[in-house]
């Protein structure tokens, strides 16, 4: 397997274009390792000023990019979907278009699949940040072992979306990515477990992730609650958990997730879910 790898993104009309346009250039020209693709898929509408910073993009590339413009708004799931069947490689690498990429991310994940042809997934940790790069607010630290991260599948999502790389085929065997309510992520992963893939993640920070006063009001609500509770009905369902733990798992997420205030649930995710900066 050769060093070359295709990473999956995706915009759509409510992204800033300085924030995009920060972490193409955190994705390509500032890495050790550049890419050899990169899939952007535009999904739907976009405004002028995203659409000129896109075709740009695309024009000075030589080739680099290859964007997919969607006539509408499929949501994130469906977007990914389109990506990696689109994508040329066998290692496709994930990245939100308002995140920052530590500039020897890919080298480190490349490095590692190659030296590890048994593994399907490697992601990493990630810091968070408000406003300025360099305002880092916390961190969300997840298990590296592929043991520990199939023990922590079943209780909650053991990676960090925006940093993994996955081997295409592997993804591809399990259905790809399936549209689901801001989880199309832990759906994809709890398949990938079930079907035996074997999963690690890196003791580096690999992106610098970008947070706003919103994050945790869309963390909460009945949909949120659903489209989490639907996961533990798969898991149960498959005989992935046992039913104590589904009921405990399906308590937590409504106590969380519906019976707490948008302010008490900010208390929570940052003083139990995440590391706080000291």
Known sequence: MSEKYSIVTSVYKNDNPQFVERALDSITTLQTLPPDEVVFIIDGPVPS??????????KESNGLYHVIWLK?????????????????NEIIVRMDSDDVAAPDRFQ??????????????????IS???????????????????????KWILRR?????????????????????IDWHFNEDYYL???MAEAGCNFANLPDTLVNVRVGKDMYARRGGWKYFKSEKGLQD????????SLPRYAFN?????????????????????KLFRKSKK
């Open 189 to 191: 992963w709890i398949r």
């Open 250 to 270: 399906v308590a937590v997420r409504f106590g969380v997730q519906v019976a707490m205030p948008n302010s008490l649930r900010a208390f929570v995710f940052q």
């Open 234 to 241: 798969y898991m149960l369902k498959k005989k992935m958990i």
């Open 108 to 125: 480190k994940q490349i490095d590692y699949l190659l030296q590890h042809p048994e593994c399907d997934i490697v992601g990493g940790q």
């Open 49 to 58: 000023l995203l659409d000129s910073l896109i075709r740009h993009r695309e």
């Open 72 to 88: 509408e708004n499929l949501g994130l799931g469906n977007a990914l979907r389109i990506g990696v069947k689109e994508a040329k």
């Open 157 to 177: 999502c053991p990676f960090n979306h925006m940093t993994v790389a996955m081997r295409r085929s592997k993804v591809l065997e399990v259905g790809n990515y």
């Open 128 to 150: 968070e940040f408000v406003d300025d790069e360099s305002n880092i607010v916390g961190s969300r630290i997840v298990p590296c072992a592929n043991d520990e991260i199939h």
